[in-house]
């Protein structure tokens, strides 16, 4: 019995770290555009309703989550641009930033959408949806090629 409670607590420690990551998303593109100048980076914006965008969710579970988009992470700087229904989750300065973000990189309000810009903050491409097949394939394909 002794042996079987440390055993409990090394296997539920071990799925959280495996089920999370330690990416790091900005909020604010004038600070990615200065981090990806300095560090030669391009930037990959992410638009998401999270509270409201079952797509969105499903695509965060499926990639965002994961130890390959972890990895590939390293060689972006990240927004994440969220325009939430619920007042709580963001501060109402910080959705009127996501609000003119999303007038000027996604115009069509789109959700979910990757925006990709180069270092000096030129678009350079997108992709946006996702369906319940739940195959983030496109969107891994689309982070190696710009990485």
Not at 123 to 139: A, C, H, I, Q, T
Request: proline content about 4%.
């Amino acid at each position: 019995m002794k042996f079987i409670v440390p055993f409990f607590f090394l296997v539920l420690f071990n799925i959280n770290t495996t089920t999370s990551n330690n990416v790091e998303w900005l909020t604010d593109i004038s600070e990615a555009k200065h981090i990806a100048k300095k560090e030669n980076k391009n930037i990959l914006m992410y638009f998401t309703g999270s509270d409201w965008c079952s797509p969105c969710k499903m695509l965060k579970e499926d990639l965002f989550d994961s130890d390959r988009f972890a990895k590939l992470s390293e060689n972006y700087v990240l927004v994440k641009v969220d325009i939430p229904r619920r007042i709580d989750i963001i501060t109402p300065e910080q959705l009127k930033k996501n609000r003119k973000m999303l007038g000027e990189y996604n115009e069509e309000k789109v959700f979910p959408k990757m925006v990709f810009l180069n270092h000096r903050g030129k678009k350079m491409d997108e992709v946006s949806g996702y369906n319940s097949l739940r195959d983030p394939s496109n969107y891994f394909e689309i982070i190696e090629k710009y990485k």
